[in-house]
Nanobody, 126 residues
Framework: VQLVESEGGSVLAGGSLRLSCAVS????????LAWFRQTPGNGRQGVAS?????????VESVKGRFTISEDNAGSNKILYLQVNGVRPEDTAMYYC????????????????????WGQGTQVTVS
């Protein structure tokens, strides 16, 4: 599985943007996709996830502002993260990730559950 994020960007506080991640290769019928983010000097933290049954979850700090979704049109799979009401603390490098199988909700934000990662895309909120 290969994951390639779209270019992030700069956005003013309170604004919105959408991140996308192109998923290619064989991911199987059961899978989990997620977005993580990382700031300098800190570890990578889970933000949102969704599995092949459409079950999504979010870290508390983004609930009501971020929405994860996937588009399976045609032979392409695209993972999205709609980010609304951005805050300066949302500034980070964002990564998409995939896992084999449907990861239980309690484990969705464990880095060790994921076996493929994108290269990351920077989001800066000012």
């Amino acid at each position: 599985v290969q994951l390639v994020e779209s270019e992030g960007g700069s956005v003013l506080a309170g604004g919105s943007l959408r991140l996308s991640c192109a998923v290619s290769g064989y991911i199987g019928n059961d899978y989990t996709l997620a977005w993580f983010r990382q700031t300098p000097g800190n570890g990578r933290q889970g933000v949102a996830s969704i599995d092949s049954n459409g079950v999504a979850n979010y870290v508390e700090s983004v609930k009501g502002r971020f929405t994860i979704s996937e588009d399976n049109a045609g032979s392409n799979k695209i993972l999205y993260l709609q980010v609304n009401g951005v805050r300066p603390e949302d500034t980070a490098m964002y990564y998409c990730a995939s896992a084999t199988g449907r990861v239980g909700l309690a484990f969705r934000f464990l880095l060790s559950e994921y076996n493929a990662w994108g290269q990351g895309t920077q989001v800066t909120v000012s």
